[in-house]
């Protein structure tokens, strides 16, 4: 769901003796002062330096997708940059490291790294220093694994930049505490592949390299992730939440905790309960849906309906839910109705609970949300409280409308008519707005 930013282009010519003085005074440029990186100056620097035959590289995956990072590297307070680009070869990538000295722009290091692809680069703080290191995740053509260096800067040191590469391979990588030391630590992620094994390894930093402290298995039926990223997970727990998609297309959700009692990395919804609650169709990821801080992950059904209802007209709901971190269960912290095929979330309020029910008609893209009670054993329909309509921009006449206009998302209009049956189940237009949640599919 994120979307790439898009940037520029460059190639350096090299000067085999690495980063020169004369190198610096010709392609100096005007930096701004303080935190306002502007690429675009950047580039202009980099132009200086190129004779056209160049590939920018923009990072895969992770946080940061520019080709062009800008990025405080010597905590001065003005952004510094990294520029990422490949010559005609191909076979290389350069790591263009800009600092802002003195108000120029000019390169400290031009780093030739071996790969033909960069995952991500991400920036934390492996060793506690309060300075950022840099993680830099790449492939190469012989394999689909990710190589990770680490790169670090010193000003008092030359080169002021150092690259170690280590020996670890990955598939996705997550960054974050997870052993509560103040230090971040790297969790890798690898898939199930041939002679490689599905599981998640914990690195800390220790002394001067990065050291595998724990690992833990991991579903080897998933064949992608999703989304993988550091969260709270509980009070005193965070971890990675995995949404990962299987061979056969559904998505399930992993959470991969360390756990200093034992000391050990563990993925407890995986290891002992309720991993297969969280396997749906939807494709829909683990997030902080109800804005407390703790990460929901998403459980999916049908609302109430009867077994021989059309099970395509019955809306779905998702229950958002936080691990428990104790008992390794499920707890529901939020409920919405689920309308995939015209883009939103409709968050339940809590009195509807168990009393309400919601139809889709896909043809006149209507979910209508029904009071509903058992007679026996059959459910019964009964006061419809509101119907959600939307509508192609372009087909939609307000003045002919019986429906209310409450928002607008790209080319769709979202409309609402409140039932006429006096209930107090029911909600007005400004509540409907409030428990409304388009969403990216
Ligand atoms: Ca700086
Ligand atoms: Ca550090
Ligand atoms: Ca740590
Ligand atoms: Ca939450």
Same mark, same amino acid.
């Given at each position: 769901?994120k ?19 004369l190198s ?6 005007m ?5 306002t ?10 132009d200086?330096?190129t004779?056209?035959d160049y590939?920018?590289k ?7 997708r520019?080709?062009?990072?800008m990025?405080? &590297? @010597?905590? *001065?307070?003005?952004?510094? %940059?990294? !520029?990422? #680009?490949s010559?005609? /070869?191909?076979?290389h990538i350069? $790591?263009?490291?800009v600092?802002c000295?003195?108000s ?7 780093v030739?790294?071996e ?6 680069i991400?920036f934390c703080?492996l060793?506690?220093?309060?300075k ?12 689909s694994?990710?190589v ?7 000003k008092?040191a030359?080169?002021?930049i150092?690259?170690?590469?280590t ?14 030391d ?5 969790l890798?992620i ?8 599905a599981?998640a390894?914990?690195l800390v930093?220790s002394g ?8 833990a298995? &991991? @579903?080897? *039926?998933?064949?992608?992730? %999703?989304? !993988?990223t #550091?969260?709270?997970? /509980?009070?005193d727990?965070?971890? $990675?939440i995995?949404d ?11 959470v991969?905790?360390f ?6 990395l ?9 991993y ?6 939807t494709?829909?990821?683990s ?9 929901d992950i ?12 059309d099970?395509n ?11 428990d ?6 707890n ?6 689920f309308?995939?095929?015209d883009?939103y ?7 509807w ?6 139809r889709?008609d896909?043809t ?6 029904y009071?509903?009670e ?12 509101i ?8 087909n939609?006449?307000k ?6 206009e409450?928002?607008r ?5 979202y409309t609402?008519?409140?039932g006429?049956a006096d ?9 409907l707005?409030?428990?409304f949640m388009?969403?990216?599919?």
């Amino acid at each position: 769901m994120k979307k790439l930013t898009a940037l520029l282009c460059l190639v350096l010519i090299l000067l085999l003796s690495g980063c020169s003085a004369l190198s610096l005074n010709e392609s100096s440029i005007m930096c701004p002062p303080k935190a306002t990186g502007n690429k675009a100056d950047i580039q202009k620097l980099i132009d200086k330096q190129t004779s056209g035959d160049y590939v920018l590289k923009y990072p895969k995956n992770g946080s940061n997708r520019s080709s062009i990072v800008m990025h405080d &590297l @010597d905590h *001065d307070d003005d952004e510094d %940059a990294i !520029a990422f #680009y490949s010559d005609k /070869s191909g076979e290389h990538i350069h $790591a263009l490291f800009v600092e802002c000295k003195n108000s120029d722009y000019v390169i400290i290091e031009d780093v030739l790294i071996e790969a033909t692809t960069i995952d991500r680069i991400e920036f934390c703080d492996l060793n506690a220093d309060s300075k950022c290191e840099i993680i830099l995740g790449y492939s190469r053509s012989t394999s689909s694994q990710n190589v990770m260096s680490i790169f670090t800067y010193n000003k008092d040191a030359s080169p002021v930049i150092t690259q170690n590469e280590t020996p670890y391979t990955y598939s996705s990588l997550v960054t974050g505490d997870f052993d509560k030391d103040k230090s971040d630590d790297i969790l890798l992620i690898s898939l199930y592949s041939g002679d490689i094994a599905a599981r998640a390894q914990l690195l800390v930093f220790s002394g001067t390299e990065l050291v595998e402290v724990s690992s833990a298995e &991991l @579903d080897s *039926d998933i064949t992608q992730l %999703a989304s !993988a990223t #550091y969260g709270q997970i /509980s009070d005193d727990s965070y971890g $990675a939440i995995l949404d990962g998609v299987s061979s056969t297309g559904d998505y399930t959700t992993q959470v991969v905790l360390f756990d200093s009692s034992r000391p050990a990395l563990i993925n407890p919804l995986f290891s002992y309960s309720g991993y297969s609650l969280t396997r749906r169709s939807t494709q829909i990821c683990s997030t902080d849906y109800n804005k407390d801080n703790l990460i929901d992950i998403p459980i999916c059904s049908l609302m109430l309906h009867n077994e021989d209802d059309d099970v395509n007209t019955i809306a779905r709901r998702i229950d958002w839910n936080n691990l428990d971190t104790d008992t390794y269960t499920l707890n529901t912290s939020q409920s919405a109705i689920f309308c995939s095929a015209d883009g939103y979330l409709l968050t339940m309020p809590q009195k509807w609970s168990e009393s309400v029910t919601a139809r889709y008609d896909k043809t006149n893209r209507e979910l209508s949300i029904y009071t509903c009670e058992y007679s026996g054993s059959k459910l019964v329909l009964k006061d419809k409280l509101i119907t959600v309509k939307a509508y192609f921009d372009e087909n939609y006449e307000k003045s002919s409308s019986e429906y209310t206009e409450f928002m607008r998302v790209g080319a769709t209009v979202y409309t609402y008519l409140i039932g006429s049956a006096d209930n107090y189940l029911s909600i007005t237009g400004d509540e409907l707005s409030s428990l409304f949640m388009p969403v990216n599919l």
